[in-house]
């Protein structure tokens, strides 16, 4: 059971986030819900991958400007490196927990690089018996703890009957949140080969590692903006960043849009998750949450 239920917001929509067990501190670094009473849409950010549940109504995933209803009750939501737009279609329930890397590579056998900007049933890389059982208690948990207290039980089991991930996906992901001018500088601080690098990031982080040395400068560089929006770019953007222009053609790449368009949106469930991310684990993107150890 978690040791901290945080929540924020009113109607049209709440958003909570609950702490998972201290033992997969590692693997799940926050669980999350969101309640919407009417619909709502936000852009989820380029990320790890996520494994998430409808609970009530549907939800929808815009990527690319295809529209897709995501799966009716369990999905695997692969991790990203585009924004995407995510949408209830009125009254619905969204329950998540995000992964990190290392809890990919331990919970499914699946290569994340083959699930990047891609979503599954969770039917496909557990069995549909387990999958569906998961689902039957989460509805039937009678609170927020409950629900918790289920996700935990699910998450230690499959845990404990499953070989552990490679340790050296846990350093990649500490690594790749300092600043690295190159690929080079980022396998020589994890000690191992660029071709096992390479590996690595396609076994749990579902890209190569300069896209990925490329997103975590942009996430950076978002996670100080969105405290300072009356500040200009050019005084808080990444040192990695040649200028203000470089940023502004991340921001596109990443965004499908310019920084004014989407700071200039109603943001409604990523303004209030941020907030509950920083008091939970420090940092309001799950893309920047550190690796745990």
């Known amino acids: 059971m978690p040791d901290e239920i945080l929540s924020a917001g009113n109607a049209p ?23 919407a009473w009417q619909a709502v849409s936000d852009h989820l950010l380029a990320g790890p ?11 929808r995933l815009t990527v690319d400007g295809a529209h897709s209803p995501t799966p009716q009750e369990s999905g695997l939501f692969g991790p990203t490196d585009r924004a995407a737009i995510f949408a209830s279609t009125g009254r619905a329930i969204m329950l998540g927990a995000g992964l990190t890397p290392l809890g990919w ?46 996700l935990d039980a699910w998450f230690i089991a499959r845990d404990a009957a ?8 846990a350093v990649v992901h500490r690594e790749l949140l300092e600043p690295h001018e190159d690929v080079a500088s980022l396998a020589a601080a994890v000690e191992v080969s660029e071709r096992t690098l390479h590996r690595l990031c396609d076994r749990a982080f579902g890209f190569t590692p300069k896209q990925l040395l490329r997103q975590k400068r942009f996430l ?27 940023f502004n053609r991340d921001f596109r790449q990443f965004m499908g849009m310019t920084p004014t368009e989407y700071f200039n949106s109603p943001r409604e469930i990523m303004r209030r998750s941020a907030v509950l991310r920083r008091e939970l684990n420090g940092l309001g993107l799950q893309g920047l949450h550190p690796a745990r150890g």
């Open 13 to 35: 929509l709440s958003v909570r986030f609950l702490r998972p067990a201290a033992g997969l501190s590692e693997l799940v670094d926050a669980y999350y819900i969101l309640d």
């Open 49 to 59: 991958g996520n494994v998430r549940f409808q609970l009530a109504g549907e939800w």
């Open 105 to 150: 590579a331990t919970m499914f056998d699946a290569e994340a690089a083959g699930m990047a900007n891609q979503v599954r049933t969770l039917g496909d890389f557990v069995g549909p018996a387990d999958a569906d059982g998961l689902y039957a208690d989460l509805m039937a948990a009678p609170d927020d703890a409950g629900i918790a207290a289920v």
């Open 162 to 169: 499953r070989p552990p991930a490679d340790p050296r996906i």
């Open 220 to 246: 950076r560089t978002l996670e100080r903006v969105r405290g300072v929006l009356d500040q200009p770019l050019s005084g808080v953007i990444d040192d990695g960043y040649y200028d203000q222009a470089h």
